[in-house]
């Protein structure tokens, strides 16, 4: 009783291009793991099979930001550090999400000091924030999950980057 | 150890030291068992040499390097050295007072390399110049950062616009 069973038959299905690409897009959200401290731990536990990330297409931690398309930024960040993810997130193709997450991230956690970062949003479009110190894997998949809801929402021609509609408008 | 070769261990270290570094001792401590030396300012590094170099002695490694800052009175900073001895298996504190204009004083990565990055953190955090120290920059703190974060007279959360963030991605 699987898809196949449907399939039996020619069908045909009618939908938008832009809720199929959407739908495409958040079942394959690949992560970026920028995991700088402690939350890495419960980003991993979050992908090993009792949380099992891949129920929502994410299982697929990509090392190269190239590859990415939701940067989780699980630890504490330096201002030093700052200026790494930074360069990270702007290496991602476009579209790109990100989420914050546990406190340290969002607000500076409990390190208030003249180290730490007070807050992410100063220098990344936050999409999610995930509350917890750190956080529990449920509480990731349910960021994503919210990712999800948000790319769900998006129209396909949104994240077009600049020097795309330059060439289809030089129709070549 | 036995307690009473603790008593002749610690009795030797203060007498060798008593009797070389008289003039130059300004307190010693027992706290608890732990042997505290103050030492002049000029000091230091001989002593650094002796307490190495003496064949009953032989405090080879330097554990750890660090500053007081008492915030005020008219010896603001004291570096804390500690050394340890594998022959005696004995723990020694040695202090050096030193005054904030400037606060320096002479390197011991002389005597023990190890105290190299001990010497670069504790100026990366107070700002004590060591002087003649082979490579003394910054540790944690980016280069080119401008305050001294342990000292008493840093805000916790820092100083505004001292340390640089990217602006924000769209």
């Not at chain 1, 190269?64 to 699980?74: E, F, K, N, W």
Request: proline share 6%; hydrophobic share 40%.
């Amino acid at each position: 009783m699987g898809l196949e069973a449907i399939l039996q038959k020619d069908g045909f299905i009618t939908t938008t291009i832009d809720a199929l690409v959407a739908w495409s897009r958040k079942s394959s959200v690949w992560p970026m793991p920028m995991g700088i401290s402690c939350c890495a731990i419960e980003m991993i536990a979050a992908a090993d099979p009792k949380y099992d990330i891949a129920r929502f297409g994410s299982e697929v931690m990509r090392f190269t930001p190239r590859q990415c398309d939701l940067m989780i930024v699980a630890g504490t960040v330096t201002y030093k550090m700052a200026q790494v993810v930074r360069r990270i997130y702007d290496q991602m193709p476009d579209p790109k999400w990100v989420i914050a997450m546990g406190a340290c991230t969002s607000s500076g956690g409990m390190y208030r000091s003249y180290s730490v970062v007070q807050g992410i949003d100063q220098f990344l479009p936050v999409d999610v924030y995930t509350a917890g110190c750190p956080p529990r894997p449920e509480n990731l998949l349910n960021a994503l999950m919210a990712i999800q809801e948000k790319i769900s929402k998006t129209k396909a021609r949104q994240f077009q980057n600049r020097s795309m509609a330059e060439l289809e408008n030089a129709q070549i | 150890m036995p307690k009473s070769d603790f008593m002749e261990i610690k009795e030797l270290i203060t007498k060798k030291i008593k009797d070389r570094f008289n003039q130059a001792v300004e307190e010693i401590s027992d706290f608890r068992n732990d042997l505290c030396f103050t030492i002049q300012k000029d000091k230091i590094v001989e002593l650094a040499k002796y307490l190495k170099e003496d064949p009953e002695l032989e405090f080879l490694m330097c554990k750890d390097v660090t500053v007081i800052d008492w915030a005020a009175r008219k010896n603001r900073f004291t570096t804390v050295y500690h050394v340890y001895s594998f022959k005696l298996n004995f723990n020694l504190r040695l202090k050096v007072n030193i005054d904030v204009d400037p606060p320096a004083v002479e390197t011991i990565t002389s005597v023990w390399k190890s105290a190299d990055w001990y010497e670069r953190e504790t100026f990366d955090m107070y700002g004590i110049k060591f002087l003649n120290h082979p490579d003394l920059r910054r540790m944690y703190m980016p280069e080119g950062f401008e305050h001294y974060p342990l000292r008493k007279d840093f805000p916790v959360i820092g100083i505004p616009g001292s340390l640089p963030l990217p602006n924000k991605a769209e």
